[in-house]
């Protein structure tokens, strides 16, 4: 089953936060966060692994809560170049497996 | 450009003819994946490869739909018989075997008329 991302869409300011959920109904090994700008390939932005810690450079983060078999993404202080459409990515293994992608926030950032 | 390239970048073919894609990963990547992913939805895993082995095909992938990776460098997707319904992006990514992060090319782009 296909992970759920929450919200579907969402629409900010430059400089204000944001949170992207996913959510798993199976047991989860890793959380990989993608991000998609239109008509690109997805980028990797990180990965969150059973038992790690959370993730994260300076203003992208992540945490991923085994037991719920869910991960959040967390942007502070978004920038312009933030907005695309990030998915998640989930592994029954280390991530070098097959990837199934959630249904995707679009994440827009307006000056 | 050591990334991952995809080639054609578009294709437009009728229904019914037979599309063959080609993918070039990244160099010593033995890992590769082939994903389609359609307007507004994530990408779907097809089938992946570890060097020239393939291990794991979607059961979504119906007969038309072949893959292979001969020398455990490049691959071909070959869709026979195109369907309207295979009008997608597809989609390749490489990794190592020690890699958690797939890098993905930029796709080629079918549309069946």
């Known amino acids: 089953q296909q992970p759920v991302q929450s919200p579907q869409a969402v629409i900010l300011r430059e400089g204000e936060d944001a949170v992207i959920n996913c959510s798993s109904s199976k047991a989860l090994y890793s959380v990989h966060w993608y991000r998609q700008k239109h008509g690109e390939a997805p980028v990797f932005l990180m990965i969150?692994?059973?038992?790690?810690e959370q993730k994260g450079h300076e203003k992208i983060s992540a945490s991923f809560n085994e037991k719920k078999q869910q991960s959040s993404l967390y942007l502070t202080a978004s920038q312009l170049s933030y907005s695309g459409t990030y998915f998640c990515g989930t592994s029954k293994g280390f991530g070098n497996e097959k990837l199934t992608f959630g249904t995707g926030t679009r994440l827009t950032i307006i000056p | 450009d050591t990334g991952v390239s995809q080639n054609p970048r578009h294709k437009i073919t009728k229904r019914g003819q037979n599309v063959t894609f080609r993918c070039d990963p990244i160099s010593e990547h033995n890992r590769l994946y082939w994903y389609r992913q359609t307007l507004g939805q994530g990408p779907e895993f097809l089938t992946y490869f570890q060097n020239e082995a393939q291990l794991e095909k979607s059961r979504l992938l119906s007969d038309r739909f072949s893959a292979e990776r001969p020398k455990g460098s490049f691959s071909t997707l070959e869709i026979q018989r195109t369907e309207q319904g295979d009008s997608a992006m597809y989609l390749c990514?490489?990794?190592?075997?020690?890699?958690?992060?797939?890098?993905f090319g930029p796709g080629t782009r079918l549309t069946v008329t």
């Open positions: 969150l692994l059973k038992g790690g």
């Open positions: 990514a490489s990794t190592t075997g020690r890699s958690y992060e797939q890098y």
